[in-house]
């Protein structure tokens, strides 16, 4: 479910929960709302960042693309 980045961390756990996402792609400006609410996320395995930072704990789109 596409959103914007000027989500908080309490919306993004809000559709994190009530879609029991798998899996969240986040760009630079959302991971630290991600990573804040996490933990409360049963659900979520997989975390996909769209950023040329590497992060721990996150999967790099450009390097899964290379």
Known sequence: MPGTTQLTAKDILYRLQASKA?????SEEVIPAVEA???????LKTKLQV?????QGWLSLQELLQ
């Open 22 to 26: 798998k899996c969240v792609v986040a």
């Open 37 to 43: 609410i996490a933990a409360e996320c049963p659900h």
């Open 51 to 55: 950023s040329p930072h590497r992060r």
